[in-house]
């Protein structure tokens, strides 16, 4: 299990390798190469099973190196947190190496997550852009939608970011309206999920439509359609929380 303590200090343990968005095949929880001293420039992120562990960034990955989904398809959901945070730590390191007020090589603290700036103080912490992802249904059926960079065949919940100043079931209404022209009655929360393509925390919500018609925005999405529980399109991947959603919902209405 991952623990989100920095190792204070620390010099060696388990090392992530990642290069350009890919990991490579470890010999501990399939990610992690067997503790050994870290490069210099390694940042530590935490502990697995009490040994620290940290991050190392590299060039070039190697041929058996997966990406991010890649992983979440292969490793057990208890391994989730720390892939993650390897994969968002990663791409804030590499986008953060100067400051963004004054220019200034920044430098990464080591008690948490910072990159700091020697010439005006300024920190910046890892970016988390939060996003609502919601399952719109209307008694037993789900709406479901294909963005024009779904595999095909694929269809998925509606999802989309949240903008400044707006709370999260306010996006809610106004993704669902934008995408799909649709007016949504009841609003619950579901639960959260890190995805670090790069740095999205998905809040995922279900919300009843108060009708059945549809309207499809054509640039978000290239289709959307009604579906009965017995006849369901292609789902994404069962660790995604769109098919989380959908799957309780379904288990509700009798239909897995
Ligand atoms: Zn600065």
């Known amino acids: 299990m991952f623990r989100r303590d920095r190792p204070q200090g620390a010099t060696q343990g388990y090392l992530i390798r990642l290069a350009q968005g890919r990991i490579a095949p470890g010999a501990e929880a399939e990610i992690l190469q067997s503790a050994a001293p870290w490069p210099e420039d390694a940042i530590a992120l935490g502990y697995w099973e009490d040994v620290p562990v940290a991050l190392a960034l590299e060039a070039e990955p190697g041929e058996a190196w997966l990406d991010g989904r890649g992983w979440l398809g292969r490793l057990p959901e208890s391994h989730f947190g720390l892939l993650s945070t390897a994969l968002q730590v990663g791409h804030w390191y590499r986008n953060h190496r100067f400051c963004g007020r004054c220019g200034s090589r920044a430098s ?80 619950s929360y579901f639960k959260s999920q890190a995805w670090p393509f790069p740095h999205a925390l998905m809040l995922g919500f279900f919300a009843e439509a108060a009708s059945r018609r549809i309207r499809i925005d054509g640039e978000e999405i290239v289709d959307a359609a009604w579906f009965t529980p017995r006849r369901l399109p292609q789902l994404p991947p069962l660790y995604s929380i769109s098919r989380a959603l959908i799957e309780t919902h379904l288990k509700a209405v009798g239909g897995r």
């Open 108 to 187: 990464a603290l080591e008690h948490e997550f910072a990159m700091a700036c020697p010439s005006c103080g300024h920190r910046n912490y890892p970016r988390i852009s939060p996003c609502i992802i919601t399952l719109v249904t209307h008694g037993d059926e789900l709406l479901l939608a294909r963005s024009p960079r779904f595999p095909p065949g694929r269809y998925s919940t509606l999802a989309g970011f949240i903008e400044p100043g707006e709370a999260a079931e306010e996006a809610v209404r106004r993704e669902i309206f934008e995408e799909v022209g649709l007016t949504v009655g009841r609003v």
